[in-house]
């Protein structure tokens, strides 16, 4: 019996540190991407991207209203496209895709993107969404040796950050997707990190599976006209 209590008791203080390790992981990155303070204040966003994909360049402008809406602006191959999502629906014009016309996301598509209305730090609000968060371990991404974290929401839907362990920026990302019926993996990577006026801390450098964008333009806090997440006529 005595060995049993000591090897609970063990157990319990394995649990403790383990989460200790998370919270502190999690504690130093909000303070190396500026502090909860300077994110929380962060309402609303204004950004212009280049992406290069199979050769073409991509120019997209982003509008957002945290965790309110979204809206897309995407140039390409001389045609304007759009994207819009809020809390309760979405639509898309994608001429470039061979659309005529606006069409609105299906309801999966629109509560599975709920995530990307998010502006403030994937780990500053984690526990007011609801998510669990998990530790584990480290990892090694192209030799640079990362914490490795795992956000999980009330939906199940899992999301994996790598964060370098001298810095503790996110570097790399991976979640879960299903698409066509089918559970994928998808994979972002972020870099070249640049402190703004506002004190907060952002990557310029966003890569993917479709290529790679650099952020040339952000604006913090601009006065956004509402009616743009509405689509056009």
Known sequence: MKNLITLIFIAILSINSFAQTADEIVAKHIEAVGGKENWKK??????????????AEIKTTIVQVNNKAMRQD??????????????????????????????????D????????????????????????????????????????????????KETT???????YYVIKETQKIKANGKEMEETSTFSNYKKLP????????????????????????????ESIFKPTK
């Open 109 to 156: 598509d629109v509560k599975n993107a709920q995530d990307g209305l998010e502006i403030q730090d994937e780990f500053i609000a984690y526990l007011e969404h609801g998510k669990k968060l998990e530790y584990l371990g480290k990892d090694d991404v192209d030799g640079t040796d990362c914490f490795k974290l795992k956000l999980i929401d009330k939906n199940a």
């Open 42 to 55: 962060v309402k609303s966003l204004k950004m212009e991207c280049v992406m290069k994909a199979q050769g």
């Open 161 to 167: 950050y790598f964060l370098d362990a001298d810095s």
């Open 198 to 225: 506002e004190g907060i801390v952002y990557p310029m450098n966003v890569g993917s599976g479709f290529g790679d964008a650099e952020v040339t333009k952000i604006e913090i806090n601009p006065v956004i006209d």
């Open 74 to 107: 995407i140039a390409l191959m001389g045609m304007n496209g759009w994207s819009i999502l809020t809390n309760t629906e979405g639509w898309s014009f994608m001429p470039f895709s061979g659309q005529t016309k606006a069409e609105p996301l299906t309801a």
